[in-house]
């Protein structure tokens, strides 16, 4: 939901909320209009003070039950528990049929019931009734329902049929419906614009930071963070920001201070508590990331998206700290939720491995690539797990028959030289080893990267490395 900043700002609403405030705590709610006590309401969301914005609405309502934006806030509140009659209800009870508001909601109940062509068929109707001089008000605001729910696709297709303006509130509208179609490039040029016209705004250095951290551009995301933590050192969606950003860089120790610091400001929020965690794993620090990682557990109220990876995440922890069996318990929780089971099962297989049980690890591997039908990828992670358990001779013949399995089934499937490259190496197959680094920067300069990456210098590009090793082995001037 979009707040309007500039108006809670003012000095009209500051005596305003200042009034409202006096009258609540003396004990009395005071006599205002409805849609005064509705941009208060709004404020405290703004604010996460929720309860505070509920008491404000609910006044209202006892007010005047059948105004619209107190009954449009309620049900937008309903929506958010997926209680679609609840919604219903509070729409019924406004009055005026003919107030814009009362159609867009109707038409987000059924877009958060996932009735996308109703909806848009509701609001084509709803827009033959619109004056031509508020029909690009009605594009754009009918665009910025869908937004909010995600449906990018039926967002663009109303931005299309606006005449489009130089106005901040179009390009904001389209840069963000454009970061929505997975545009990145486009969203960052614009969100660049608003940048320019407003270089102070959080908002816009955050949405250019998400564009880029989903355009791969971690250290440009990292930097557009950084503008976003210069204005306001404490901002969470910043703090988070260049975390993530780090994280992608591999650079878990700098990463790390950031989700302490978001933590701290948002200490309810299980997502920080989750990657913090993850963080002290991918440090070595099983101890500590294995309490926080249990903390997240306690904080989980439903079927998260991420408890997949919440309990494998759990599985790794308790599995290197020699405690197999609480592993194997993370893991069996994954059976009944939505996830890649056949992964599992190669989790599994190398959780066993690492801990020395390899009969049992050979039946999970071998039930992985049964039910995946020897889907190349499946047996490409079987493959790295023998080779992070230092099964190195035998990844490297398994890798001998992937590459001729790969050649046999004219699969265009590039992974795993970088890998069997690093399998060479540590054998002392030279040769093999310079063949195989070769064809992994040709074929997969990012695995490249990722994989051989820290064994040269850091600044090196992928494009490199084959002479540079080629060169360093042929002196002797490398081991």
């Not at 958060?112 to 690009?136: H, M, N, V």
């Not at 969100?191 to 971690?218: C, G, R, T, V």
């Not at 063949?435 to 990456?453: F, V």
């Amino acid at each position: 939901m979009q707040f309007n900043q500039e108006y809670f700002k003012s000095e009209d609403f500051r005596e305003l909320l200042e009034n409202y405030e006096t009258a609540v705590e003396s004990g009395s709610y005071p006599f205002m209009d409805a849609d005064d006590l509705v941009d208060i309401a709004d404020y405290y969301n703004m604010m996460e003070e929720h309860e505070k914005a509920v008491d404000a609405v609910n006044h209202a309502l006892e007010l005047y039950p059948n105004a619209t934006l107190p009954n449009v806030f309620m049900a937008r509140e309903a929506l958010q528990f997926n209680e679609y009659e609840t919604a219903l209800l509070y729409a019924n009870a406004i009055e005026k049929r003919d107030d814009p508001d009362y159609h867009y909601l109707r038409a987000e109940i059924m877009i958060a019931k996932g009735e996308t062509e109703q909806a848009d068929r509701y609001l084509r109707d709803y827009g033959l009734t619109i004056p031509a001089d508020e029909y690009e008000d009605f594009i754009r605001d009918c665009a910025n329902l869908y937004i909010d729910y995600g449906v990018s696709d039926k967002a663009y297709e109303w931005m299309l049929r606006s005449k489009g303006d130089d106005s901040v509130d179009f390009k904001e509208l389209m840069a963000r419906t454009l970061f929505g179609l997975g545009k990145y490039k486009d969203s960052q040029r614009l969100f660049n614009e608003l940048i320019d016209h407003d270089p102070y705004s959080k908002q816009y250095w955050n949405a250019l930071a998400s564009a880029q951290y989903m355009n791969e551009e971690y250290s440009e995301a990292i930097d557009s963070s950084e503008f976003v933590l210069a204005i306001d050192p404490n901002d969470p969606e910043g703090l988070v920001s260049k975390a993530n950003g780090l994280v992608r860089l591999g650079n878990f120790e700098e990463a790390l201070k950031y989700f302490r610091r978001y933590t701290e400001i948002e200490p309810e929020d299980d997502y920080g508590v989750f990657h913090l965690g993850i963080c002290l794993a991918s440090l070595g620090q099983y101890k500590e990331a294995t309490e926080q990682l249990e903390a997240v557990l306690e904080m989980v109220l439903g079927d998260e998206p991420y408890l997949p990876q919440l309990y494998q995440e759990l599985a790794f922890c308790y599995s290197i700290q020699k405690q197999l069996d609480k592993a194997m318990e993370m893991l069996d929780k994954t059976e009944t939720l939505k996830c890649d089971h056949i992964d599992i099962m190669v989790i599994r297989g190398h959780l066993q491995l690492e801990n020395g049980q390899v009969e049992a690890a050979e039946q999970s591997f071998t039930q992985a690539i049964v039910q995946s039908d020897s889907e190349p990828a499946v047996l490409l992670r079987i493959i790295i797990s023998l080779f992070d358990n230092h099964y190195i001779h035998a990844c490297y013949e398994m890798f001998k028959k992937f590459f001729v399995l790969i050649h046999q089934m004219q699969l265009d499937f590039n992974d795993g030289y970088s890998y069997m490259a690093l399998c060479c190496y540590e054998l002392g197959y030279t040769k093999e080893f310079l063949y195989y680094l070769k064809l992994a920067c040709e074929k997969n300069p990012n695995e490249a990267k990722a994989t051989l990456g820290p064994m040269l210098p850091e600044s090196m590009e992928v494009r490199d490395y084959y002479v540079y090793m080629k060169n360093a082995i042929n002196s002797k001037s490398f081991n």
